[in-house]
């Protein structure tokens, strides 16, 4: 039965998803409804399964290589280069908190973030077993934290710089997103924000 909350979380986001297109007469093409979208996905496996193969093999080859060349970088500058100094030598900033650590901050740096972090989840964990009327609200903390580890602000999961969000994230932390006056292609006149 360990099963069961899980599955009724996930049927009841469904239910609501289903519920909040069908009450507010959603446009199928803003937001469609569960349905169509399990639809979607059966009718287009073998283009998604032929896109997924290499993307996840890039995505996951790009964040090795990514963290070979910050690891490299880490033994050459073993007091780190300074904060923010990152995104001036390469163009943009590192892709995780962890290699920010390693990079900004260097080895004493990082293996203070590495000690505090395991800390806080060590210290997290008993206090989660502890029966107190809070508990719930410590499970969510617990549960965000390790969230937030995990991704790394998007590195130790390598699909947050995937895609145009990644793109327009990238642009907007560095100052490189562009102003354009509205014209012909020709005539546009763009200025860096």
């Known amino acids: 039965?360990?099963?069961?909350?899980?599955?009724?979380?996930?049927?009841?986001?469904?239910?609501?998803?289903?519920?909040?297109?069908?009450?507010?007469?959603?446009?199928?093409?803003?937001?469609?409804?569960?349905l169509t979208v399990v639809h979607a996905l059966w009718d287009n496996r073998q283009l998604l399964w032929s896109n997924i193969q290499p993307?996840?093999?890039?995505?996951?080859?790009?964040?090795?290589?990514?963290n070979g060349i910050g690891f490299l970088l880490a033994l050459e500058k073993?007091?780190?280069?300074?904060?923010?100094?990152?995104?001036?030598?390469?163009?943009?900033?590192?892709?995780?908190?962890?290699?920010k650590m390693l990079m900004d901050y260097g080895?004493?740096?990082?293996?203070?973030?590495?000690?505090?972090?395991?800390?806080?989840?060590?210290?997290?964990f008993r206090l989660l077993l502890r029966d107190r009327p809070w508990q719930p609200y410590v499970l969510c903390a617990d549960v965000v934290y390790l969230g937030h580890i995990g991704l790394g602000d998007d590195g130790l999961?390598?699909?947050?710089?995937?895609?145009?969000?990644?793109?327009?994230?990238?642009?907007?932390?560095?100052?490189?997103?562009?102003k354009c006056v509205a014209g012909p292609p020709q005539a546009s006149r763009c200025s860096t924000l």
């Not at 099963?3 to 909040?20: F, K």
């Not at 993307?55 to 990514?66: L, Q």
């Not at 001036?88 to 590192?94: A, H, K, L």
């Not at 699909?159 to 562009?178: C, N």
Request: aromatic share 14%.
């Open 1 to 34: 039965m360990s099963w069961a909350w899980p599955l009724i979380g996930l049927l009841s986001l469904v239910a609501l998803w289903q519920a909040v297109i069908t009450g507010f007469q959603v446009r199928p093409f803003i937001a469609p409804d569960p």
């Open 55 to 66: 993307t996840a093999v890039e995505a996951i080859a790009g964040f090795f290589v990514g």
């Open 78 to 99: 073993p007091l780190g280069i300074g904060p923010l100094v990152f995104g001036q030598i390469y163009g943009e900033d590192t892709h995780n908190i962890w290699l």
């Open 107 to 124: 080895w004493l740096g990082f293996v203070s973030y590495v000690t505090l972090t395991l800390w806080t989840v060590a210290a997290g």
């Open 157 to 178: 999961i390598p699909f947050g710089e995937i895609g145009f969000a990644g793109d327009v994230e990238r642009m907007l932390d560095h100052g490189r997103a562009s």
